[in-house]
């Protein structure tokens, strides 16, 4: 394939071509995406036949995501702590690129539980505008441990097109202490 020319979509994201091609197969490839977005990544296939005046392609943009990982250790000898559960909930309300609210803040998105290794990751969360703050709230600590009293915030931010954002949060509890009646 050989590239023919290069064109911009205007703010509606839609392009007429300057001139009528001719007729053939031609495949459209997104080269560049607008941001918060990640490029589409396939090319588009169009049969011109000469028959209609007017072909169109649609080619499909992805909003931008991100994960999260918490590792979660012991405050006193740092050994990792699996078994640990969390709710991810959204920190602030998370807005689109049109300015309509995606997700409230307080809503669950996901739940995880941390391995043998301390480690929960997210599955891909949005990213709405380009910044989203979310929060790791315990549900269940790891056994022996304290439940964690405050949330941990975290906010995912778009990298590029080609990037899914991803961040790495560390936390670690305390063990859980027993008073003995004597």
Do not use: W
């Amino acid at each position: 394939q050989s590239s023919i020319d290069t064109f911009t979509t205007g703010d509606d994201g839609s392009v007429t071509l300057p001139e009528q091609l001719a007729t053939g197969t031609y495949y459209i490839r997104e080269i560049a995406a607008a941001r918060p977005y990640v490029l589409a990544g396939e090319d588009v296939q169009i049969e011109v036949n000469g028959d209609e005046p007017l072909c169109i392609a649609t080619v499909a943009n992805s909003p931008a995501t991100g994960m999260a990982q918490l590792v979660k250790t012991c405050s006193e000898d740092g050994a990792a702590l699996g078994g640990a559960e969390f709710d991810v909930r959204v920190h602030e309300d998370i807005v689109a690129p049109n300015g309509s609210v995606l997700l409230s803040a307080g809503t669950v998105v996901d739940h995880v539980k941390t391995n043998e290794e301390g480690r929960a990751t997210t599955a891909k969360l949005p990213l709405g505008n380009g910044k989203a703050t979310y929060e790791f709230v315990e549900t269940k600590p790891a056994p022996g441990h304290m439940l964690a009293s405050n949330p941990i915030v975290f906010t995912l931010t778009y990298e590029n097109q080609d990037r899914l954002s991803v961040q790495a949060v560390r936390y670690r509890t305390y063990r859980q202490r027993l008073k003995s009646k004597r």
